[in-house]
């Protein structure tokens, strides 16, 4: 496949309908436009065309419209899309594992070591590892703290014993559920909700704003608010496509996208909150809340996924993370 994409290269016949025409920009993601993801894209949509005075199109595809999970990442590497914002979890089965340092249970206690990590060296680090695979990385964007649902109280790590549960496609995400005595079954995010529904699968894992907007409180009894994991998502383009671009129409696209960020980590926070609130407004869903007591018994029961995942992520870069932690539980 190749990308529907037309320069305007400003050599030639400048007065032609070809010299008009737009750089078209595809941004497709596989959620819903009203979640956190969904509605940063739509910034980035706006932001990027002012920045560039229509020299931009960026068109949006959300829902998987164009691509499901497993075939967005291959569509941008032959140049079918431009841009993504996939799951950090969707690096490990592209060959770089060191991404699914982001899956590890537990690692990130606040926002603020998260912070350190996406925004500092270690996140430079790890986008640098994409451009063998012919991708840029440009931003980190935030989807908050996981949950846990299922059609059973999830209260202790003794309650997922025997549970079917989806998760991306990720290793760390698969020792997870096993760790906790589930079963983990691997299943592309459009098709969550009506495998739940027909008992396919008994539970899962989301940020508030995922459940909430593909629907899955109306098939889950119990929701626990356990903190558990995280959900990123990284901003990622064409490599060849993005270093083609003239250099002005780069640096208007990074601007555009650095406001994205904040505006789409903003929102983040208020969204995944007002989810919640909004799942317990429908009285469908118990909604529960660990104590300090039990949230350090489901610790206890995930710290050995990091050991078990050294060798797959990478000793010195699961020590890096958790020394920014330190740094911030020192301060």
């Known amino acids: 496949m190749s990308a529907v994409l037309i320069f305007a290269t400003g050599s030639g016949d400048t007065g032609s309908a070809q010299a008009q025409q737009p750089i078209v920009i595809k941004f497709s993601h596989v959620v819903s436009a009203d979640t956190p993801k969904g509605k940063g894209a739509e910034r980035f949509k706006e932001l990027a065309e002012q920045a ?11 829902n998987s419209t164009l691509y499901k999970d497993k075939e967005e990442l291959e569509a941008l590497q032959l ?3 431009q841009m993504l914002a996939p799951s950090l979890a969707k690096f490990g089965p592209l060959g770089v594992k060191e991404f ?6 537990y690692i990130f206690p606040s926002k603020e070591v998260l912070y350190r990590v ?13 451009e063998p695979k012919g991708i840029t990385g440009l931003a980190y964007w935030d989807n908050g703290f996981k ?11 003794a309650d997922f014993r025997g549970l079917k549960m989806r998760i991306q496609s990720s290793k760390v995400l698969d020792a997870q559920m096993r760790a906790l005595g589930a079963s983990p079954q691997v299943l592309v995010f459009s098709e969550v909700y009506q495998a ?10 989301n940020p508030p704003s995922n459940l909430y907007t593909q629907k899955m409180h109306e098939v889950q009894k119990h929701v626990t608010v356990s903190d558990h994991g995280y959900l990123g998502y990284a901003v990622i383009v064409n490599k060849k496509f993005w270093d083609g671009l ?27 909150e007002a989810a919640l609130a909004a799942v317990q407004k429908t009285g469908k869903t118990t909604i529960y809340r660990l104590s300090e007591q039990q949230k ?14 050294e060798n797959r992520i990478g000793r010195d870069l699961i020590a890096a993370v958790n020394r920014e932690a330190a740094a911030v539980a020192a301060k």
Do not use: C
């Open 296 to 309: 350090a018994e489901w610790r206890q029961a995930l710290l050995p996924v990091q050991q078990q995942m």
């Open 79 to 81: 140049g079918a899309v």
């Open 147 to 157: 949950l846990m649902s299922a059609n059973r109280p999830l209260h202790s790590p």
């Open 196 to 205: 739940l529904q027909a008992g396919v699968v008994d539970g899962t894992e």
């Open 246 to 272: 003239p250099s002005d129409i780069r640096r208007a696209l990074e601007g555009a996208m650095k406001e994205a960020t904040r505006y789409a980590n903003a929102i983040a926070v208020q969204e995944n």
């Open 118 to 130: 996406t925004e500092g060296p270690i996140g430079r680090e790890l986008f640098k590892k994409l």
């Open 52 to 62: 560039t005075r229509g020299r931009v199109r960026v068109e949006v595809y959300p």
């Open 100 to 105: 699914e340092v982001f899956d590890l249970p």
